[in-house]
C-alpha cells in the first residue's frame, strides 16, 4: 500500500558528502518513525539513523557527527545528509518507515529498493 523509493546514492571520494533521499507514496494515515538503515554483502542489516515522529534522532555511534537525518513532513520525504564519508561508509543505503494506512488498523514497516553509496578514491 506504500511505497518508498531512494534516490541519491553514487561514487564519492573519502571526505565527500552526500545527501540520499526517501520519497513515501500512497495514503498514509499516521508516519511513527522513519529511518536509515545500510547493509554489506554476508552483513546483517544495521540501523543508521531513525526519526520519531516528535521526538529526537538517533544514530548509531559510528556516523554519530557526520550524518544528519531529516523530514519534510509536507512532501512525505525524509533525507539523510552524509558528510565526512569513509570507505567504511560504503553499503546500500535502504529507507524505512513505520507506519499505517487507511487500510490497516495497526501500524508496519516498509522498505525502500536501497540505493548505493560507495566510497572510494
Known amino acids: 500500500q506504500v511505497q518508498l523509493v531512494e534516490s541519491g546514492g553514487g561514487l564519492v571520494q573519502p571526505g565527500g558528502s552526500l545527501r540520499l533521499s526517501c520519497a513515501a507514496s500512497?495514503?498514509?494515515?499516521?508516519?511513527?518513525?522513519m529511518g536509515w538503515y545500510r547493509q554489506v554483502p554476508g552483513k546483517a542489516r544495521e540501523l543508521v539513523a531513525v526519526?520519531?515522529?516528535?521526538?529526537?534522532?538517533n544514530y548509531a555511534d559510528s556516523v554519530k557527527g557526520r550524518f544528519t537525518i531529516s523530514r519534510d513532513n509536507a512532501k512525505n520525504m525524509v533525507y539523510l545528509q552524509m558528510s565526512s564519508l569513509q570507505p567504511e561508509d560504503t553499503a546500500v543505503y535502504y529507507c524505512?518507515?513505520?507506519?499505517?494506512?487507511?487500510?490497516?488498523?495497526?501500524?508496519?514497516?516498509?522498505w525502500g529498493q536501497g540505493t548505493q553509496v560507495t566510497v572510494s578514491s
Open positions: 526519526l520519531p515522529s516528535g521526538g529526537t534522532a
Open positions: 524505512n518507515g513505520v507506519l499505517r494506512t487507511i487500510v490497516e488498523s495497526t501500524p508496519r514497516e516498509y
Open positions: 500512497g495514503i498514509i494515515y499516521r508516519i511513527y518513525a
